[in-house]
T-cell receptor
Framework: NAGVMQNPRHLVRRRGQEARLRCSPM?????VYWYRQLPEEGLKFMVY????????ESGMPKERFSAEFPKEGPSILRIQQVVRGDSAAYFC??????????????FGQGTRLTVV | KQEVTQIPAALSVPEGENLVLNCSFT??????LQWFRQDPGKGLTSLLL?????REQTSGRLNASLDKSSGRSTLYIAASQPGDSATYLC????????FGTGTRLQVFP
């Protein structure tokens, strides 16, 4: 089991470009979460997805950010028209389910986005 | 709204000391609580998971306790080593993980 895989590990974008971050969950996990970590700050929840469904996007900025988790393939976090304030580490986590006390979430190594 | 607080924000100790890191949360309706370690510029490594019905979990030199009714968890690190230097994060699980801001630990030789 390769664990949660995120790519790219580092991404540099110019202001106004699009950033696409990918997350492949652990084998057997159908739940994916995205978190953002600004420099010197904690992890902030962005969005929670199951296959083909957005369950909770209460932490997503209203504009320019979107996420999907298709039936086949990785989950994608998309940031359109990036600005310098989007520079952060974006972490993905996966779990086999929710609502169970023994459900454990595992994190990827993150994608570090730098907007220049 | 669930809020998670970690105290202290930073801690610097000599090697060999026993440590206690604190985590408090405002809503006791959680499924479980996880402790993570994050090294600079790296991802998160899960250390311990305590289910809501459990009082503590142990892994090697680490022991985590949970008092759900009072909204508190502690992570106890025995005989600290320089390799323990990292940021330690607690997260409570409702239908998503809500993180504290972490305790930055430095253990010096």
């Amino acid at each position: 089991n390769a664990g949660v895989m995120q790519n790219p590990r580092h991404l540099v974008r110019r202001r106004g470009q699009e950033a696409r971050l990918r997350c492949s969950p652990m084998k057997g996990h159908s739940h994916v979460y995205w978190y953002r970590q600004l420099p010197e700050e904690g992890l902030k929840f962005m969005v929670y997805l199951q296959k083909e469904n957005i369950i909770d996007e209460s932490g997503m900025p209203k504009e320019r950010f979107s996420a999907e988790f298709p039936k086949e393939g990785p989950s994608i976090l998309r940031i359109q028209q990036v600005v310098r304030g989007d520079s952060a580490a974006y972490f993905c986590a996966s779990s086999p389910g929710v609502g169970r006390a023994n459900t454990e979430a595992f994190f990827g190594q993150g994608t570090r986005l730098t907007v220049v | 709204k669930q809020e998670v607080t970690q105290i202290p924000a930073a801690l610097s100790v000599p090697e060999g000391e026993n440590l206690v890191l604190n985590c408090s949360f405002t809503d006791s309706a959680i499924y479980n609580l996880q402790w993570f370690r994050q090294d600079p510029g790296k991802g998160l490594t899960s250390l311990l998971l305590i289910q809501s019905s459990q009082r503590e979990q142990t892994s090697g030199r680490l022991n985590a306790s949970l008092d759900k009714s009072s909204g508190r968890s502690t992570l106890y690190i025995a005989a600290s080593q320089p390799g323990d230097s990292a940021t330690y994060l607690c997260a409570v699980n409702t239908d998503k993980l809500i993180f504290g801001t972490g305790t930055r630990l430095q253990v010096f030789p």
